[in-house]
């Protein structure tokens, strides 16, 4: 078996690009998310890759696309405002259907904010924040083993659906160190060539043109419907999320990322008190596992949702389950700490108790 190592976060998301077969990266350097080019400008050049520390974020994500085009696996990462500069460009690939990773390891805003840990940018993720009707794919890790394992699976979704995915995690999943059990990459058996890529296989004197410049009658409604008859596939075939004490609970809390950590430690709390309470973590934030939601609450159960902001995952949840009562509780980031088990307790017990 090989050893386990204590790493940070970061070095996880690194460190399974790399195994997964990421030779390109594009990237500028921002807290809390530096870790990740600093580990990789040291070891991607051991492989035979190309590390290039980009003049900007809206450089790095165009020199993105150019590789993802070339059928290469290419990934950039940033924070927070950094993710917003790439926007245009996370649309262009989009509309072009380039794969590739970008892991956003947010930080507080709006604006320049702070570095505190926040889980504000879900709308900016889940919802395409740039310009165009598009979707990417959202894995959110909780833990040092998931952010390993789910940059893995989040280039070969990217690459199985020709859609670009992102790894959204925060400060405190980043910096943090735990145990990571490293693990052999293998390809999925399914994974289709990139005979679409500009080096890719073609018949002599074909030219192959990726682009998202639609200028014919009905090419770009053709090229949109298209998109979206994907991310309905995506909806029946990808959604992951965890369950824990969910057969007999009368409330369901529900959180992700490093939130769910401090969410789940309140559930156990809860039921040693003897509350019937349990937890329902979106691990796939896009696809959204609404279905999951349903079930979860056939007997009418209520919903407390629990995030490191004002309010943005409970809309999907509410949507998920129109009729359901779905309380909030958030704190916005700055506020000098984290949330704590015991105060999350406390509002599993005055909506128990209600």
Same mark, same amino acid.
């Given at each position: 078996m090989?050893?386990?190592?204590?790493v940070?976060?970061?070095?996880?998301?690194?460190?399974?690009?790399? !195994?997964?077969?990421?030779?390109?990266?594009?990237?500028?350097?921002?807290?809390?998310?530096?870790?990740?080019?600093?580990?990789?400008?040291?070891?991607?050049?051991?492989?035979?890759?190309?590390?290039?520390?980009? $003049?900007?974020? %809206?450089?790095?994500?165009?020199?993105?696309?150019?590789?993802?085009?070339?059928?290469?696996?290419?990934? +950039?990462?940033?924070?927070?405002?950094?993710i917003s500069?790439?926007?245009?460009?996370?649309?262009?690939?989009?509309?072009? !259907?380039?794969?590739?990773?970008?892991?956003?390891?947010?930080?507080?805003?709006?604006?320049?904010?702070?570095?505190?840990?926040s889980?504000?940018?879900?709308?900016?993720?889940?919802?395409?924040?740039?310009?165009?009707?598009?979707?990417?794919?959202?894995?959110?890790?909780?833990?040092?083993?998931?952010?390993?394992?789910?940059?893995?699976?989040?280039?070969?979704?990217?690459?199985?659906?020709?859609?670009?995915?992102?790894?959204?995690?925060?400060?405190?999943?980043?910096?943090?160190?735990?145990?990571?059990?490293?693990?052999?990459?293998?390809?999925?058996?399914?994974? /289709?060539?990139?005979?679409?890529?500009?080096?890719?296989?073609?018949?002599a004197?074909?030219?192959?043109?990726?682009k998202?410049?639609?200028?014919?009658?009905g090419?770009? =409604?053709?090229?949109?419907?298209?998109?979206?008859?994907?991310?309905?596939?995506?909806?029946?075939? /990808?959604?992951?999320y965890? +369950?824990?004490? #969910?057969?007999?609970?009368?409330?369901?809390?529900?959180?992700?990322?490093?939130?769910?950590?401090?969410a789940? +430690?309140?559930?156990?709390?809860?039921?040693? =008190?003897?509350?019937?309470?349990?937890?329902?973590?979106? %691990?796939? #934030?896009?696809?959204?596992?609404?279905?999951?939601?349903?079930?979860?609450?056939?007997?009418?159960?209520?919903?407390?949702?629990f $995030?490191?902001?004002?309010?943005?995952?409970?809309?999907?949840?509410?949507?998920?389950?129109?009729?359901? $009562?779905?309380?909030?509780?958030g704190?916005p980031?700055?506020?000098?700490?984290?949330p704590?088990? /015991? =105060?999350? #307790?406390?509002? %599993?017990?005055?909506?128990? !108790?209600?």
């Amino acid at each position: 078996m090989t050893k386990r190592l204590f790493v940070k976060g970061n070095e996880a998301v690194a460190m399974g690009a790399l !195994e997964a077969g990421c030779r390109y990266y594009f990237g500028y350097p921002i807290t809390p998310q530096s870790d990740i080019p600093e580990y990789i400008s040291r070891e991607l050049p051991k492989l035979g890759g190309e590390f290039i520390q980009a $003049e900007s974020e %809206i450089a790095s994500i165009n020199m993105l696309l150019g590789a993802s085009a070339c059928g290469a696996r290419a990934m +950039t990462s940033s924070s927070s405002p950094g993710i917003s500069l790439k926007q245009e460009g996370v649309s262009y690939m989009a509309g072009s !259907e380039c794969p590739g990773l970008i892991v956003n390891i947010c930080r507080s805003g709006p604006g320049l904010g702070g570095i505190d840990a926040s889980q504000a940018d879900y709308f900016q993720a889940t919802k395409g924040g740039g310009h165009g009707g598009y979707h990417i794919i959202v894995l959110a890790p909780a833990s040092v083993q998931e952010m390993y394992d789910l940059t893995m699976l989040a280039f070969d979704l990217s690459d199985r659906y020709r859609v670009p995915a992102m790894i959204l995690a925060d400060a405190v999943i980043g910096q943090m160190k735990e145990a990571l059990q490293p693990h052999p990459y293998t390809a999925p058996a399914d994974l /289709e060539p990139k005979n679409w890529a500009l080096i890719g296989e073609g018949r002599a004197g074909e030219q192959k043109i990726v682009k998202s410049l639609y200028l014919g009658d009905g090419e770009l =409604e053709a090229h949109n419907n298209k998109l979206h008859a994907k991310y309905a596939v995506m909806q029946e075939k /990808e959604v992951r999320y965890e +369950t824990v004490a #969910l057969a007999d609970a009368q409330l369901i809390v529900t959180a992700y990322g490093s939130t769910a950590r401090i969410a789940k +430690t309140a559930v156990r709390l809860a039921r040693e =008190e003897g509350m019937k309470v349990g937890l329902l973590r979106p %691990i796939s #934030l896009f696809p959204f596992p609404k279905a999951a939601y349903r079930q979860a609450t056939q007997q009418g159960q209520r919903i407390l949702c629990f $995030e490191l902001n004002n309010g943005q995952m409970v809309d999907d949840v509410r949507l998920a389950v129109p009729g359901i $009562e779905v309380d909030f509780y958030g704190r916005p980031p700055g506020a000098g700490s984290l949330p704590t088990p /015991e =105060e999350f #307790l406390a509002q %599993i017990r005055s909506r128990y !108790e209600a």
